[in-house]
T-cell receptor
């Protein structure tokens, strides 16, 4: 079974530019989550999709962040325009149920905004 | 006050010893708790989940939950150098069992 795939693995962009992160969950997993870890801080929840619907987007920092999940398959997270404080590692995870059913994390995208 | 607190360490133990990792949480209504291990540059991987007061054992790992004291711990018996990693404690909030609230993580070093 293929795992959760994220790309790019690294991205360095200038402040003001746009970046799009992609996550391909495990096939058949209805639940898809985005989390972010800023250096020196805890991992923070961003949002949760069930299939193509946003179930909870309470963690999205502001309207510069836009997440989509096309047809309930892969998801994208766009940051536009990027700011310095957006730097961090963005993790995607998928599961068939809640976290107790086994979140599987992707390897993350390390975003650096300069 | 952080919702989930962990001592950042580093915690250093000799090979073969018991490593004890601790976590406290502030939401008394939290129901579910998880321990994840994260190697440097890698993604977190689930080690244990625990939902009820008491101990839960899986191989060399034992998770302990005390809801009255709002305390979760992870014991690693017969620690191996390959156990050296950051251990992350996470819990769910009351009324929302889908998103995880994370601690900062405790860095563990097992010395040969």
């Amino acid at each position: 079974e293929a795992g959760v795939t994220q790309f790019p693995s690294h991205s360095v962009i200038e402040k003001g530019q746009t970046v799009t992160l992609r996550c391909d969950p495990i096939s058949g997993h209805d639940n898809l989550y985005w989390y972010r870890r800023v250096m020196g801080k805890e991992i923070k929840f961003l949002l949760h999709f069930v299939k193509e619907s946003k179930q909870d987007e309470s963690g999205m920092p502001n309207n510069r962040f836009l997440a989509e999940r096309t047809g309930g398959t892969y998801s994208t997270l766009k940051v536009q325009p990027a700011e310095l404080e957006d730097s961090g590692v963005y993790f995607c995870a998928s599961s068939q149920g809640g976290p107790g059913n086994g979140y599987t994390f992707g390897s993350g995208t390390r975003l650096t905004v300069v | 006050q952080k919702e989930v607190e962990q001592n950042s360490g580093p915690l250093s133990v000799p090979e073969g010893a018991i490593a004890s990792l601790n976590c406290t949480y502030s939401d008394r209504g939290s129901q579910s708790f998880f321990w994840y291990r994260q190697y440097s540059g890698k993604s977190p991987e689930l080690i244990m989940s625990i939902y009820s007061n008491g101990d839960k054992e899986d191989g060399r790992f034992t998770a302990q939950l005390n809801k009255a004291s709002q305390y979760v711990s992870l014991l690693i018996r017969d620690s191996q150098p390959s156990d050296s990693a950051t251990y992350l404690c996470a819990g769910t909030r009351a009324g929302n069992n889908r998103k995880l609230i994370w601690g900062l993580g405790t860095s563990l070093a097992v010395n040969p």
